[in-house]
């Protein structure tokens, strides 16, 4: 019985924990996955709390490694992916993040991750891709192309 009470604590404060995540008040979110994760150890519940300490406190190296965990416990979870790819942005590794969220969409897809991507922007593949993207050619050729709407 005591058992069961504290399993269903565990699922209320996770659930408030996910309503002011969405509402984007962090700091009330991560005081209610703390207690969800105190109640009951769930990895699956590690990925947002991974975002949170992130976000929160500047965590990011933790931040991965507990989406990781979750990542590792359910791997075809997107919601895991999404918040390893937001923490990755918040550490400022995006090739990574990008990286992450396109596995994501390989897996299924989500609308979060579809937004993300949409907001992070995709470059177009370089003019002369035997040179580097930063090559003089490739640079100017391309915005020269792309102001005269070649490209």
């Not at 009470?5 to 991560?30: N, P, Q, R, V």
């Not at 003089?136 to 490209?151: D, Q, T, V, W």
Request: one cysteine or more; a positive charge; aromatic letters at 6%.
């Amino acid at each position: 019985m005591e058992h069961q009470e504290a399993a269903e604590g565990a699922e209320k404060e996770f659930a408030l924990g996910m309503t002011a995540l969405a509402e984007e008040d962090i700091l009330s979110a991560l005081v209610h996955l703390e207690r969800a994760l105190k109640l009951r150890d769930y990895p699956g519940w590690y990925s947002y709390m991974g975002y949170c300490i992130a976000r929160a406190r500047g965590q990011h190296r933790k931040g991965i490694e507990l989406c990781q965990g979750s990542l590792a416990a359910e791997p075809d979870h997107l919601g895991h992916r999404y918040n390893l790819g937001r923490v990755h942005l918040l550490s400022g590794d995006k090739a990574e993040a990008v990286r992450v969220l396109r596995e994501g969409m390989a897996k299924g897809g989500s609308p979060e991750i579809i937004r993300l991507l949409e907001t992070l922007g995709i470059r177009k593949a370089s003019l002369f891709r035997v040179l580097h993207r930063d090559n003089p050619l490739n640079k100017y050729l391309g915005l020269l192309l792309s102001r005269l709407g070649l490209r």
